[in-house]
């Protein structure tokens, strides 16, 4: 079992930044991706994908991040941190941490509890 926590969520006006951290610990592999998803507070529980950074340090993005948001990792200390810069109103969501990774013989995912992210003036 992995379990995650979440850190740094708040009320932030538009144009401010906000730091997210995620400490994983438990029986971490490091074989697979960590990463952030969001849900939006209107939709119907989806979540989507925001950033992620694989155990080979390759980074993707969704489009409407690219340029404001930066994902890391710290292989050693099992955290993954988002760098969340420019913020905008429709950022606002609870935002995820997730791991996901190879446990034989299967793929196993896990979530944070979340942290609510706010972007108003």
């Known amino acids: 079992q992995v379990q995650l926590v979440e850190s740094g969520g708040g009320l932030v006006q538009p144009g401010g930044s906000l730091l997210l951290s995620c400490a994983a610990s438990?029986?971490?592999?490091?074989?697979?991706?960590m990463g952030w998803y969001r849900q939006l507070t209107d939709t119907d529980n989806q979540r989507e994908l925001v950033?992620?950074?694989?155990?080979?340090?390759?980074?993707h993005y969704r489009d409407s991040v690219k340029g404001r948001f930066t994902i890391s990792r710290d292989y050693t200390k099992n955290t993954v941190s988002l760098q969340m810069n420019s913020l905008r109103s429709d950022d606002t969501a609870v935002y995820y941490c997730?791991?996901?990774?190879?446990?034989?013989?299967?793929?196993?995912?896990?979530w944070g509890q979340g942290t609510q992210v706010t972007v108003s003036s």
């Open positions: 950033a992620v950074v694989t155990s080979g340090g390759s980074t």
């Open positions: 997730n791991m996901k990774q190879f446990e034989h013989p299967t793929w196993r995912e896990y």
């Open positions: 438990g029986a971490i592999s490091g074989n697979g991706a």
